[in-house]
């Protein structure tokens, strides 16, 4: 390759903007050594290696060396500079610190257990010489274990930063009002906002709502779960730019109390939510329902999360979906999550289970992308009704239907045919998950498109999640998968229970879950056998095809040369042949 001076390579390399990008391909490690082959690719690659500045300490210490030093009385060892620096020090500071777009810091992830001391950040405050140190921060990660620690993100803040996440602490000396007065003074153009916490939202839903207030521009906000109360809701719906409302489950985040949101009635008004087409909530199916009949529901909405605290009867599942369908037009993702708890009672064992009619209202989101449903027991549903599910929603990318219900009780109502109308109907599909029996009472499929209901594999399907299914027969499962699903495709096993669905295990149901879980391991050792035989017979399955259609290749060319033959032979001419047109004596 002529990378020559003269080159058209060397002068579109010479062009800084395509330079940065295509640093922006390397690792660190690359683009350190970029640093070093000339001054105008050391800018351009220092730009790239000091963006994203996931340990403040290695930045710190271009002011002065640190050390670590041992507290006695802390859980922590502490980093502190191990001189004083003056303007000098800060003037080659900022030849790297005005390149940093966005910082991440998390004491609770250090695996040195070691902690940039407050020493040190009062030594930073004290000396510098620019009120912003980091001036052209955009996004700022400070996931502080102390309310001292949290308040020194303040050294950071300034108005160019759009993006801010925080572990948030509260304490009498230092009230979160305080920290909140101060976000809004040096921060006032947020537009992601993201809010952890371990605290009942009610104990802090004045001081947050004084937050979002103050921030007009935000586009998106995520808490706890938990935490979306009716105050929050109703003063996030006046955000103009708002777009996305979520919470998260993870523990990092943090977590409120189920109390908090189980009386869910926010009182909205004309022009609510004017922007929102990503919303999670957790709440009631009742109280979710009658948001929607108040015609608060956005009719812009394309991702709907609802995690569902209380067993209702089916008949409020559909009344739901069918009030929903009416409003959200363009729904592509609808997520329905009911998990059993402590506090709140699972399905009675006399309700009827959910099933397919007051789930077909879903249907009326004809561009639907993803759907997940997780319920506590098994669905009532029949392969006739997933034929009428696959064959209305030709867009779809993901399907978890209820692969892992809790009650295990119940045996599935369906079988591994269940996977054949997906594969038909559904070419775009990614993830596909079902509760079913897999054994060997259904017949291998043989892929044939000339009948009217063809059989023919996946074309984009990534992993088969089965969850909690019944397995039998290892062979026969998994030469049935490999006639339809493609090279690269995963069976997923296991389930979220007893943890996932917050579950204690007592006295009086310890020995219910031990049994459930027995049976549950026996099937995921099955399926993980499966997993393990599924790529090596898909690459036959292949092989084979290819070797067939190859055949019918040829049959259909011999066919044809006969047909000349006896067209000649009807036209009275002789059977000579030409170059390439008879058949090849050995």
């Known amino acids: 390759m002529d990378a020559s001076p003269n080159s058209t390579i060397a002068r579109v390399l010479d062009i800084p903007e395509i330079l940065e990008l295509v640093f922006s391909f390397l690792d660190k490690d690359l683009n350190k050594n970029n640093i070093t082959v000339c001054k105008k690719w050391s800018e351009l690659a220092m730009n790239i290696v000091w963006r994203d500045v996931n340990c403040p300490r290695r930045l710190f210490s271009l002011l002065a060396p640190m050390k670590r030093r041992v507290e006695r009385y802390d859980v922590y060892d502490h980093w502190v500079f191990s001189k004083t620096f003056g303007v000098p020090d800060w003037t080659r500071f900022m030849q790297y610190s005005r390149r940093v777009r966005s910082m991440h810091y998390d004491e609770r992830a250090l695996a040195t257990n070691s902690i940039i001391s407050q020493e040190a950040f009062d030594e930073m405050s004290r000396s510098r010489t620019n009120l912003n140190i980091l001036p052209n921060l955009r996004s700022l990660v400070w996931l502080a274990t102390s309310v001292v620690r949290m308040r020194h993100s303040l050294l950071f803040q300034h108005e160019s930063i759009t993006s801010f996440t925080v572990y948030l602490h509260h304490t009498e000396l230092y009230p979160l009002s305080a920290f909140v007065q101060e976000v809004l003074l040096r921060m006032p153009n947020l537009l992601n906002l993201d809010l952890r916490f371990e605290r009942p939202a009610r104990e802090i839903e004045r001081e947050l709502i004084e937050l979002f207030a103050g921030l007009p521009m935000l586009q998106r906000v995520v808490l706890p779960v938990y935490t979306l109360t009716s105050k929050i809701i109703e003063q996030l719906s006046k955000h103009q730019h708002l777009g996305t409302i979520q919470f998260e489950y993870v523990n990092d985040q943090g977590h409120g109390e189920m109390q908090d949101v189980v009386d869910w009635d926010p009182q909205l008004g004309e022009g609510s939510f004017p922007a929102l087409w990503d919303l999670s909530l957790s709440t009631k199916i009742p109280a979710i329902t009658k948001f929607i009949h108040n015609g608060y529901m956005p009719s812009s909405l394309k991702s709907l999360y609802i995690h569902v605290l209380a067993a209702v009867p089916v008949e409020s599942v559909s009344h739901f979906l069918e009030m929903l369908s009416n409003s959200c037009k363009h729904l592509t993702h609808l997520y329905l999550d009911f998990f059993t708890s402590s506090t709140i009672s699972p399905t009675p064992p006399e309700w009827p289970r959910l099933n397919w009619a007051s789930l077909r209202p879903i249907l009326a989101f004809p561009q639907l992308i993803s759907l997940e449903l997780r319920w506590d027991r098994p669905l009532d549903i029949s392969l006739s009704d997933i034929e009428e599910m696959a064959s209305q929603w030709p867009h779809l990318e993901t399907l978890l239907l209820n692969c892992e219900p809790m009650d295990m009780t119940i045996p599935p109502a369906l079988d591994l045919r269940a996977l054949l109308p997906f594969a038909r109907h559904c070419p775009k599909l990614v993830e596909l998950g079902l509760y079913m029996t897999a054994s060997n009472d259904i017949p291998v499929p043989q892929l044939d498109y000339h009948t009217p209901t063809p059989t023919k594999p996946f074309s984009s399907l990534e992993q088969i999640t089965v969850g909690g299914s019944r397995i039998t027969d290892v062979g026969h499962v998994a030469m049935f998968l490999s006639q339809i699903c493609p090279v690269g495709c995963t069976v997923a096993y296991g389930v979220a229970w007893p943890d996932g669905y917050g579950v204690v295990e007592t006295a009086g149901n310890a020995e219910e879950l031990g049994r459930m879980q027995e049976d549950a391991t026996g099937n995921f050792q099955r399926w993980e056998e499966v997993n393990r035989m599924l790529p090596l017979l898909v690459r ?4 084979e095809r290819k070797a067939r259609e190859d055949v019918q290749r040829e ?26 047109e008879g058949c090849v004596p050995f």
């Open 555 to 580: 049959v259909e060319d011999l066919r044809i040369r006969c047909g000349l033959l006896a067209e000649r032979r009807a036209a009275g001419g002789k059977l000579g042949f030409a170059d390439g």
């Open 540 to 543: 036959l399955r292949m092989d």
